[in-house]
C-alpha cells in the first residue's frame, strides 16, 4: 500500500528537474526579449536622435547660407582676423577691391578748389561715380584710412616734396586736397603758389609745405619744359640731374616717379655732354632708363641723409591700352569701362615687366633705404578710374564732338581725381 501510494503521487507531480527547467527556460527567453526590446528602443532613440542633429544642421546651414548669401555647400569659412598694419610684414600687393556706395568721400573736385580740370571727371561731365566707390583691402593687414589731421602732425615743420611726371601730378593733387579738408578755408590757413616746375602748397598753422616738382624724366631733357616736343624730337641728358636736383635738398620727405614717359617709343635719343653737341645716340627704352636712374640713385646716395629725410619710390602706374587684354574684344581701351577687373592676379600688357625688373634693381643697390610703394598690382584692376574721355587736350575741355570719337580722345594713362590716386596716398599715408 505504501509503495502504491508513492507511486501514485509520483504520477500526479512533475519531478524537480523538470519544473526547475522549465522555468529556466521561460526566464531567459523573458530576458532575451526584454534585452531586444532595450536595443531596439535605444536603436530607435539613437536614430531619431540623428535625425534631429540633421534637421539642426540643415536648418543652421540654410540660415548661414541665407546671410551670406550663398548655397549651403559653398559657404566660406569664417575669415582670419587681420592684423595690423606692419611696414615689414604686409604685402600691399596682394589685397581685393570691394565696392561700398555708402563711402563717404574725403572730397570732391568741388569742395578742393586744386584739382586740374585735365583730371576732373566729375567737373568735366562724367555721367558715372561708381568709380570713386571702391577701397583697396589687403589680404593679411588692415590698411589704415588716411587721416587727414594726423597726416598734418607728421607734417608739422617739414616740407613732402613728389618729384615726377603727370601721374605723380595727379598723386600730389589728390594728397593736397586730403590734407586740404582738415584746414579752414581761410587765406591766413593756406596757401597755394603754382608754376610750371615747381608748386608748393603751404598750411601754414602747422608750418608744412606739400611741393611738387616737375620732372618727367628724373634726369635732364630738352622736354622738360616744352613738354609739348614730340617724342621724336625728345633728347636726354641720361647723366645729368643737378640742374632738377638742387631743388630737392632739404625735404624731409620725397616721393619719385617716372616711367611713362620712357615709354613713347622703342628708343630713346640721348647725349652725354650739353645738348648743343650735334650727335646723338639711340638706345633702347629701357637701357635708358636703367642709365637714368642709375643717375638718380647715385645723387640720393651721395647727396640725401636718411635720418632725416625718408625717400619713397612709386612703381609702375599701368595703362589700360589694350581692351583684348581684359577680355573685351573690340574694345576701345579703357573707353566705356565702368567696373574693375575682377580676375584675382590680373596682369596685362600696360605694366612692362622689364622696366621693372630696372626699377627693382637699381634700388635694390642703392645704400639710402628706399621705400618702394608697389602700387602696380592694384592699380592693374581698375580700368574704370582712367580719365578716358572727360579729360582735355591741348589746355581745352574735351568737346562733346571729341567725346564722340573715342578712339582718338580716349585717355588710358592719367586717373580721375577724386580716385585711385587717393588709394596711393593712403599707403603712403601707412608707411608714414
Known amino acids: 500500500m505504501v509503495q502504491l501510494s508513492a507511486i501514485k503521487r509520483v504520477k500526479g507531480r512533475a519531478p524537480l528537474s523538470v519544473v526547475v527547467a522549465i522555468i529556466g527556460g521561460l526566464a531567459l527567453a523573458g530576458i532575451i526579449f526584454t534585452e531586444d526590446l532595450r536595443g531596439l528602443t535605444v536603436k530607435e532613440k539613437a536614430t531619431e536622435n540623428q535625425r534631429e542633429k540633421k534637421r539642426t544642421s540643415l536648418r543652421t546651414e540654410i540660415r548661414t547660407s541665407a546671410l551670406l548669401s550663398v548655397e549651403p555647400e559653398t559657404a566660406a569659412p569664417p575669415p582670419v582676423p587681420k592684423m595690423a598694419f606692419n611696414a615689414s610684414r604686409c604685402s600691399v600687393t596682394n589685397g581685393y577691391w570691394t565696392y561700398d556706395r555708402s563711402k563717404k568721400l574725403p572730397y570732391t573736385d568741388q569742395t578742393c578748389p586744386y584739382v586740374d580740370r585735365q583730371d576732373s571727371c566729375q567737373s568735366n561731365g562724367r555721367p558715372d561715380t561708381d568709380y570713386l566707390y571702391w577701397d583697396w583691402h589687403l589680404d593679411d593687414c588692415i590698411l589704415p584710412r588716411f587721416d587727414p589731421v594726423s597726416m598734418l602732425e607728421k607734417l608739422r615743420g617739414k616740407r613732402i616734396m613728389f618729384v615726377g611726371d603727370s601721374l605723380l601730378l595727379g598723386q600730389w593733387l589728390s594728397f593736397v586736397c586730403l590734407v586740404n579738408s582738415a584746414v579752414p578755408d581761410t587765406p591766413d ?10 608748386s608748393v602748397y603751404t598750411v601754414k598753422e602747422y608750418n608744412a609745405t606739400v611741393e611738387f616738382y616737375w620732372a618727367p624724366f628724373l634726369v635732364e631733357s630738352n622736354s622738360d619744359r616744352n613738354i609739348s616736343l614730340g617724342a621724336s624730337g625728345r633728347v636726354l641728358h641720361v647723366d645729368a640731374i643737378e640742374g632738377h636736383a638742387k631743388h630737392w635738398r632739404r625735404a624731409d620727405i620725397l616721393v619719385f616717379d617716372s616711367y611713362v614717359w620712357w615709354m613713347t ?13 650735334e650727335g646723338y645716340e ?15 640713385a647715385n645723387w640720393v646716395d651721395s647727396n640725401i641723409d636718411h635720418t632725416a629725410t625718408r625717400v619713397f619710390f612709386m612703381s ?7 581692351s583684348e587684354d581684359w577680355g573685351r574684344e573690340g574694345g576701345i581701351r579703357c573707353y566705356n569701362e565702368t567696373w574693375p577687373i575682377t580676375q584675382r592676379g590680373y596682369f596685362g600688357s600696360g605694366s612692362d615687366r622689364r622696366m621693372m625688373e630696372v626699377m627693382s634693381g637699381v634700388l635694390g643697390r642703392m645704400r639710402v633705404p628706399i621705400t618702394l610703394l608697389n602700387i602696380t598690382q592694384l592699380t592693374e584692376h581698375r580700368v574704370d578710374a582712367h580719365v578716358s574721355v572727360y579729360t582735355e587736350t591741348g589746355g581745352l575741355l574735351v568737346t562733346d564732338e571729341q567725346k564722340a570719337d573715342p578712339q582718338q580722345y580716349t585717355d588710358c594713362i592719367h586717373w580721375c581725381v577724386p580716385g585711385v590716386p587717393d588709394t596711393w596716398n593712403q599707403l603712403l599715408y601707412a608707411h608714414l
Do not use: C, N, P, Q
Request: net charge positive.
Open 316 to 322: 609702375i602706374s599701368t595703362t589700360h591700352m589694350r
Open 189 to 198: 590757413a593756406k596757401s597755394m603758389e603754382r608754376s610750371r616746375t615747381l
Open 282 to 296: 639711340e638706345l633702347d627704352a629701357w637701357v635708358a632708363y636703367r642709365l637714368g636712374l642709375k643717375t638718380w
Open 265 to 277: 617709343g622703342y628708343s630713346i635719343k640721348t647725349v652725354w655732354g650739353s645738348f648743343g653737341d
